[in-house]
Nanobody, 123 residues
Framework: QVQLVESGGGSVQAGGSLRLSCAAP?????MGWFRQAPGKEREGVAT???????TYADSVKGRFTISEDNVENILYLQMNSLKPEDTAMYYC????????????????????WGQGTQVTVSS
């Protein structure tokens, strides 16, 4: 069992920044961030594998950066130039292994999930 604990969410104005953190007992092969807005399906935001390869949803490319600290076992999501449409509950996810970490992943590709942290961006 991999327990994931997110933190760092909050309320900001459009154009602002937030950094989300996800504390894990260890960094798994594939780690990712997902988000879910009210009435919408959970969608992938960014992933990173143990080789440092990263992927991003088109909607966040150039604004968000995923990274991990393999010593402290923390996954990060730096979010800059935030927009109201970024408002959602953000979830950390981990997979011991998935061939889809670098592309084609879905929520089913990840075995472990955190409880989420709310991000609200006002215009």
């Amino acid at each position: 069992q991999v327990q994931l604990v997110e933190s760092g969410g909050g309320s900001v104005q459009a154009g602002g920044s937030l950094r989300l953190s996800c504390a894990a007992p260890y960094i798994t092969y594939c780690m990712g961030w997902f988000r879910q807005a009210p009435g919408k399906e959970r969608e992938g935001v960014a992933t990173i594998n143990n080789g440092g390869w990263t992927t991003y949803a088109d909607s966040v490319k150039g604004r968000f950066t995923i990274s991990e600290d393999n010593v402290e076992n923390i996954l990060y999501l730096q979010m800059n130039s935030l927009k109201p449409e970024d408002t959602a509950m953000y979830y950390c996810a981990a997979s011991p292994y998935t061939p889809y970490c670098t592309g084609g992943y879905t929520t089913a590709s990840f075995s472990y999930w955190g409880q989420g942290t709310q991000v609200t961006v006002s215009s």
